[in-house]
T-cell receptor, first 111, second 115 residues
Framework: GENVEQHPSTLSVQEGDSAVIKCTYSDSASNYFPWYKQELGKRPQLIID?????GEKKDQRIAVTLNKTAKHFSLHITETQPEDSAVYFC??????????FGKGTMLLVSP | DAGVIQSPRHEVTEMGQEVTLRCKPI?????LFWYRQTMMRGLELLIY????????DSGMPEDRFSAKMPNASFSTLKIQPSEPRDSAVYFC?????????????FGPGTRLTVL
């Protein structure tokens, strides 16, 4: 089955800096790559996703890039703010509608 | 729409007791997923349904776990008997399917503590 590796496990940045979280996946057949944000005690919520026919997607301060040849994708957050502090999960979809999640990255943004 | 609804939000029980978690997916969604989240193992898919039919239960840890979806608006995850290692947050999620994989919307979760 699919295996998703996510790095780093924790990331500390100063407010205003950029943050980058990287994921690799194992199965070249995967075609859907969402990112979820989970605040403490809350549910995971989708923040951005990308499909295999697109190399990059942006939404305000958030962007995701996909390299299908290397089987990796990354989340980029620019101008980080304290409210960006949360755990971020990447995921990959191998079979129709099922997701395999990475272990998560705890992002801490210091004022 | 109210989103995915789960109950109870918190459950504390003693080892050996039966636990039933409940989920109402978003209306119109034809996929329903049950996940377990722990610090050690992260988010694990336990089972998922398509049009009320269980498709893949390979993530269910053992026979003590069972899940049903009697209709399009209700699903249960049952643990009998419960054990302390079952303590975790259990999430239900739903999606609308369609061409390729679609966004999964998570419920608020049930925090289960087995003493």
């Amino acid at each position: 089955g699919e295996n998703v590796e996510q790095h780093p496990s924790t990331l500390s940045v100063q407010e205003g800096d950029s943050a980058v979280i990287k994921c690799t996946y194992s199965d070249s057949a995967s075609n859907y790559f969402p990112w979820y944000k989970q605040e403490l005690g809350k549910r995971p919520q989708l923040i951005i996703d990308i499909r295999s026919n697109v190399g990059e997607k942006k939404d305000q301060r958030i962007a995701v890039t996909l390299n299908k040849t290397a089987k990796h994708f990354s989340l980029h957050i620019t101008e980080t703010q304290p409210e960006d502090s949360a755990v971020y999960f990447c995921a990959a979809s191998l079979r129709y509608s099922t997701l395999t999640f990475g272990k998560g990255t705890m992002l801490l943004v210091s004022p | 729409d109210a989103g995915v609804i789960q109950s109870p939000r918190h459950e504390v029980t003693e080892m050996g007791q039966e636990v039933t978690l409940r989920c109402k997916p978003i209306s119109g969604h034809d996929y329903l997923f049950w996940y377990r989240q722990t610090m050690m193992r992260g988010l694990e898919l336990l089972i998922y349904f398509n049009n009320n039919v269980p498709i893949d239960d390979s993530g269910m840890p053992e026979d003590r776990f069972s899940a049903k979806m009697p209709n399009a608006s209700f699903s249960t995850l049952k643990i009998q008997p419960s054990e302390p290692r079952d303590s975790a947050v259990y999430f239900c999620a739903s999606s609308s399917g369609g061409q390729g994989a679609d966004t999964q919307y998570f419920g608020p979760g049930t925090r289960l503590t087995v003493l």
